[in-house]
């Protein structure tokens, strides 16, 4: 088993050679109202905001979800990667067939391999099986470049309608940094040919230029309207060193047959006093559906000066509508992780579930993350409890520059009470449907917590952050009766592995953590003192819940804990082995 590096310095080392390499420069489910579900004429429903109109309620400030019980990411791209290219926004059509776009690479043609900043392909088949890929158009065939010499045509969006395909494109600096423009194209024939209006864009002034269409299944079908909708971003598609940081995710809505006339767009503007969305033709009263103005990667015990500062949550993504859970799913993520909002509608309330923390470069082919995660309807299992997630990368030592999935795995949580008697069996057998959770795997080795072996094993939460918090634990899609948790340490070096203080034990009620009572371990937890693969037995009193974990603050100059395995269990009569 690889162990984690020994120094700080060490870890530079090789993190220069990889960004070399890289050729980076190297320095020093909820009801929903009746009316949501009724057919609306757009016109009628629009609510003008006037002067002197009563300011209308915000929506999107993030609050912590609680709708799934159990959340699983693949560590790494599980689906044979086809094609060259990022981003690869898509839709599913009425032929069966998904059709995508691509940034900055020969899409689909493996025959000449000609290097394009667009192109359209099509995709058959469906995963866990090969995909196979066929190039339709490219560069200047599908959209224009509005604002002239150092930008390029980027895809952020696609959506099918009664046989037709949209692609949104914005200019893209080619320093990443700012979006001014963005417009949409149209194809009658299954993205071979393309039309827009080559006058004007459709958007500018960096505002609402980050287009990404609300995938509502094969053909638009499940929209509870008719209508299209789509989500903006203003400023760039991601962090950025120029513009200003993406807080907001905005939505417009158009119908079907006017998608490119700019002026049948309607733009949320806040929600009334009887909780019904407000619609302005008016861009300029558009108010964000979610806002989250968190920033992550703050404090670090590595850097580099390519890496962005602290970060933001949103980004450039994708918006999905799961129809078995009746739930709107938002993929957004940061340079170093991927981060999972839900909603109950398209304007929500939308609310953050769940961030896979993949850490800093180097990336391994064991785990490795990617930017601009989407997750086309097509992927989305009968039962919405699994899809596939389309990301890209091709720094940290890892290349997956293609169409390249992996698979995502959600539990709704059903709300209940604490269960009547004691599970008999181990509550991390594969029956129960134990997740294991953690900050970050620096390994990709999740599966070790409860593969019965310590001696010699070790996984570890190195993620280049200055962690004030970290924890090990598991989630179930129902309550255990709980009262005993064994903890077995991984590999110690003197940059971390254990928990420097204030260690605890927490259960989930409800969708909140909340320390056990009267806690104590055997051995006693030394802290700072603790030795390499040794088990430390948790006890306290009889309680119960969906997850449980421990936590406290790691320890060793990479601020980090190790683990071995994790052990939780209900014992009958136990009694506490040690006194609090």
């Known amino acids: ?322 129809r078995p859970l009746n739930r709107y799913i938002y993929t957004s993520w940061t340079r170093f992780s991927w981060e999972f909002y839900e909603a109950p509608e398209p304007w929500g309330p939308w609310r953050h579930f769940f961030s896979k923390n993949f850490g800093v470069y180097p990336w391994s082919e064991a785990k490795h993350g990617g930017y601009a995660p989407t997750a086309p309807t097509k992927y989305v299992s009968a039962d919405g409890r699994s899809f596939y997630v389309q990301a890209n990368t091709f720094l940290g030592g890892v290349q997956r520059y293609g169409f390249a999935l992996r698979k995502v795995d959600v539990e709704p949580r059903v709300p209940m009470e604490k269960v009547d008697a004691p599970h008999p069996s181990s509550l991390v057998h594969s029956s129960l449907e134990a997740v294991a959770i953690s900050y970050s795997n620096h390994f990709g080795t999740p599966d070790i917590l409860n593969d019965g072996l310590i001696a010699g094993q070790s996984e570890d939460s190195w993620n280049g952050e200055s962690k004030e918090e970290d924890y090990w634990g598991y989630t179930w899609p129902q309550p255990n009766n709980l009262n005993w948790l064994e903890y077995a340490t991984g590999h110690i070096t003197p940059s971390g592995g254990w928990f420097d203080s204030q260690i605890r034990v927490q259960v989930r009620q409800h969708g909140k953590w909340l320390d056990v009572s009267s806690a104590c371990s055997t051995p006693q937890y030394p802290g700072a003192g603790a030795t390499a693969n040794s088990t430390y037995v948790f006890a306290f009193e009889d309680t119960w819940g969906d997850g449980i974990r421990i936590i406290g603050r790691p320890g060793g100059e990479g601020r980090y804990t190790s683990i071995a395995e994790l052990t939780p269990a209900f014992k009958e009569g136990q009694s506490r082995p040690c006194s609090p």
């Open 1 to 322: 088993m690889t162990s984690t590096f020994n120094s700080i310095s060490g870890y530079r080392a090789l993190l220069a050679l990889v960004l070399v390499l890289a050729g980076i420069p190297v320095q020093a489910a909820e009801p929903t109202s009746e009316a949501a579900h009724r057919p609306v004429s757009l016109n009628s429903s629009v609510t003008q905001i006037a002067p002197g109109h009563p300011a209308p309620m915000r929506l999107g400030t993030s609050d912590a979800s609680t709708f799934f019980s159990t959340v699983r990411v693949d560590e790494r791209t599980t689906v044979p990667v086809i094609g060259n290219g990022d981003l690869w926004p898509s839709c599913w059509s009425d032929d069966g067939a998904l059709y995508t776009a691509s940034g900055d690479g020969w899409g689909m043609d493996a025959e000449m391999r000609v290097w394009e900043d667009l192109r359209v392909s099509r995709i058959d088949g469906t995963p866990p099986a090969p995909l196979d890929g066929k190039s339709l158009a490219k560069g200047g065939e599908i959209a224009s470049v509005w604002s002239g010499p150092g930008y390029n045509r980027k895809p952020t969006g696609m959506v099918c309608v009664g046989g037709d395909i949209y692609l949104a494109v914005q200019d893209l600096s080619l320093d990443f940094e700012e979006a001014p423009a963005a417009s949409i194209a149209r194809s009658r024939d299954k993205g071979k040919s393309w039309t827009w209006d080559r006058s004007t864009p459709m958007f500018s002034k960096s505002v609402f230029t980050t287009v990404m269409f609300l995938d509502y299944g094969q053909g638009n079908v499940n929209s509870k309207d008719g209508l299209v909708y789509a989500y903006g971003i203003d400023g760039n598609w991601r962090f950025s060193t120029r513009a200003r940081d993406p807080e907001q995710l905005y939505l417009g809505r158009v119908e079907p047959g006017r998608i490119q006339d700019r002026a049948a767009w309607e733009f949320f503007a806040g929600i009334d006093a009887a909780g019904e969305p407000i619609w302005s033709s008016d861009i300029e009263d558009r108010s964000p559906v979610l806002e989250d103005r968190i920033r992550i990667f703050i404090q670090m015990v590595v850097s580099h000066p390519a890496w962005p500062g602290p970060m933001p949550r949103i980004a450039q993504g994708g918006v999905f509508y799961n």
